[in-house]
């Protein structure tokens, strides 16, 4: 008698489990549940409207960054920048032209000349083809040349004034322009001096502030010192041909004041000192930019002293590096 109510109370219990499975699994998780379902390769929905989202109090430079509309540079460089050029140009391209101020400058020198210009930003890039023959309105990274009817050999000369600190890979852009350029090709280059007297001291001092603009704009994500702008130049297939370089009013002062001494010198500035080791030393410090002309040339061209910017060994950093580290398969 025990044993046959025990066995009808377990089929009952097992009924009832079963009933409330079915009951639990078929029905969907109420609205106000805070349970998501999602596939484990999506990311799940971010519940808001719990509190307001976090808002930076004032407006700071790097916002820029992500502001829909980019940073428009309006100006460029010097239209005298011109006399550097050493042949008369047919085909110009300005790459980073901006509003088009300089190419417009180089259109109404050379009139007979092409010239085309390369930005992304549309705003600029809408405001400079009423300026030039044509604006190209995206990186020149994923430009397709032949889709644009440009075949290799066809440009003389290129523009890239404050661009290369801009681009995520200089060297490989600049390889790309060796192999679209003519073999006579000219091509003027400027390019941010980090090694800026201005920009140690800031650094010694603790700081390294970015900027809408300047030698620290908040877009540049690449570095460079005038030994490592030639080092890039050779090792892509660029020989130098002249170069120079502007200053700042204050580093100007600065190489005004310390230029006629005798060296070894120290520059005295606030909270540090820099041994200066020659004149030639006090004006890569004294650099804003570095300025360059740039001619394509093959390894066989070059004299053995131009050789050592792609044979010879960098200078070793003091910077840490663990040698330890190696990249898979190298």
């Not at 093959?298 to 053995?304: F, G, N, P, R, T």
Request: with cysteine; net charge negative.
């Amino acid at each position: 008698m025990i044993g046959r109510l025990l066995k009808e109370l377990s089929i009952a219990l097992r009924r009832y489990l079963v009933f409330r499975a079915k009951v639990t699994f078929s029905n969907p998780a109420p609205a106000e549940s805070p349970i998501v379902t999602a596939p484990l390769d999506e990311p799940k929905p971010v519940r808001l409207g719990m509190r307001p989202a976090y808002q930076p109090r004032g407006s700071f430079d790097w916002q820029i960054l992500s502001a829909p509309g980019g940073e428009v540079y309006a100006g460029g460089p010097s239209p005298d920048l011109l006399d550097l050029l050493v042949g008369e140009p047919k085909f110009i391209l300005d790459v980073g032209c901006s509003l088009g101020d300089f190419a417009a400058s180089a259109k109404v020198r050379f009139p007979q000349a092409r010239v085309w210009g390369i930005e992304p930003n549309q705003r600029a890039a809408q405001f400079a083809s009423g300026r030039i023959d044509r604006v190209i309105r995206q990186p020149i990274e994923s430009i397709d040349w032949t889709h644009e009817g440009v075949e290799a050999g066809d440009i003389d000369t290129v523009f890239l004034f404050d661009v290369l600190e801009h681009i995520f890979d200089p060297w490989t852009t600049l390889l790309a322009l060796r192999n679209l350029i003519s073999s006579k090709a000219q091509v003027l280059v400027s390019i941010p001096n980090v090694r800026n007297v201005l920009l140690i001291q800031d650094l010694i001092s603790g700081y390294w502030r970015y900027r809408r603009a300047g030698l620290l704009d908040i877009t540049h994500i690449r570095f460079f010192t005038e030994q490592d702008m030639y080092r890039m130049f050779y090792q892509t297939g660029f020989r130098v041909l002249s170069s120079g370089s502007t200053q700042c009013a204050r580093s100007r002062e600065i190489l005004e004041q310390y230029r006629h001494r005798q060296f070894p010198s120290t520059i005295e500035l606030d909270g540090a000192t820099i041994s200066v080791r020659s004149a030639e030393d006090l004006g890569s410090l004294c650099a804003l930019q570095h300025i360059f002309l740039l001619q394509p040339a093959d390894y066989h061209e070059l004299s053995s002293s131009e050789r050592q910017w792609i044979d010879g060994e960098h200078p070793a950093t003091t910077a840490y590096c663990p040698e330890e580290i190696r990249l898979a398969g190298a």
